[in-house]
C-alpha cells in the first residue's frame, strides 16, 4: 500500500510538451481516476509514474520517496494494460504465477498464492485452460490475477476496460471497484469516460493538453470546477454558460444579466467591466411563468423521468433538465429560475472560476428553498 504524490511532473517529447507540472496527491488506499479527452497526456501520466517514461523534470514521491528516475522494476507497481498482456500458449495458473516464478518463488508458494488469487477473482474453476480460447471478461480477470498476486504497492490501469461492450464494461467496473474495496490498494485508473470516472473513482484528476485543470473528489469537481473546461467535460448535458459583461463590488448578491437582476454567489473580489460567465448546470435551472429573466423553448428531448429542455436566452443558449410531466412546448417563452447556491462565476478570458464567499453562499441556501 502506497501514497503517490505528484510534484511539478513534466515530460516533453522534443519540443512537445506532454504532460506540464502536474501536482497531485493520491493517498493510500484511494482509487484515483486520471480523467481527461483524447492526447491530453494521461498515457504519459502513468507511465511515468509506472517507470516506462523518464520524466524530463520534476517528483513522483512513493511513500514519501522518489522514485522520479529509478527503474519500473524498482518501483514495487503494477501496470496492468489497454490489451491484455497475457501468453496465449500457457494456462490461467501459469500466466498468474509467472511473475512469482521469475522473482525466484518456490512452486509450492506460488500454487497457494495463485489459489488465494483465484478465489478472490473468482476463477478457480477456469484455473487449467488455456487463455486463448477465454472470454473477454475472463480475459481481464487473468490480467488483473497477474498483476495484484505480486501485492505489489499500487495498481496503475490504463482504460482497463475500454475493450469491452457497455453492458459488460459497467458490469467489470463494479467488479473492480469491489475488488479494490476487499484489498483496499492504491489505484490509479486512467480513462476518457467522465461517467465511469464520477462512478468509480474516490478522486478525479482532470487533465487538459498536459495540464492539471483540477483534481478532488467527484463532488467537488461537479459542483464546483475549477475552470470552464471541467465545468464542461464533466457532466451531461454539460453545465450552461451565460456570458456577461460585469461590474461588480465585492460581496455584491446580485448581477444584472441583460437588463434583470439575478441572485448570485457573492465574489471574494469585485470586477469592473469585464466579460464574465455564468454557470449553470442543467438541474439547477426552474422553468416557470413569473420570472423576470426568459427564454424560448426551440426543443424538448423525452428521457423518461426527465426531458432536456433547449433554450435560447438573451446571455446563450441553456440545456435544462426538468421533470417530463412538466408541459413545455416549443416555440413558447418561459422563465429561468436558478438555484443561487449551485451557481458558478469563471472569468471570460482565462476560464478560470472566480473565488466565491462560500459562508455568504450556505447562508443564502438556507434562505432559498428550491426543490
Ligand atoms: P489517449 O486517451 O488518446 O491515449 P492520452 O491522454 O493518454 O490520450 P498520451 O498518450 O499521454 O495522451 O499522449 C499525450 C500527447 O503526447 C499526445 O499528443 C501524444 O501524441 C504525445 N506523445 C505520447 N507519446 C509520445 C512519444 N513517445 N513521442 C512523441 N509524442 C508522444
Redesign the pocket.
Known sequence: MAEIVIRNLRKE??A?V?VQESTFNVADGEFFMLL?P????????LRMIAGLELPTSGQILLDGKDVAQMRASARDIAFVFQMFALYPHMNVRKNISYPLLSQGMSRRDARSKVEEVARILDIESILDRPVGGLSSGDRQRVALGRAIVRQPKAFLMD?PLGALDAEFRERMAEELRALHDRMGATTIY?T?DQLEAMQMGDKIVV?NH?VVEQWGTPQEIYDRPATMFVANFIGSPPMNFLRFEATLEPGAATARLSGVDIPIPPLETGVSGRELVLGVRPEHVRLGTDGAYRGEVIATEYLGTTQIVTLKSPNGTLRVRAPSGQPVHVGETVSLDFNTATLSLFDAGSGQAMKVDRAAVRAAMKEQSYG
Do not use: L, P, R
Request: proline share 0%; with cysteine; glycine share 28%.
Open positions: 517529447f522534443g512537445f506532454a481527461g483524447s492526447g491530453c497526456g494521461k498515457t504519459t501520466t482504460e486512467v476518457h487533465m498536459g
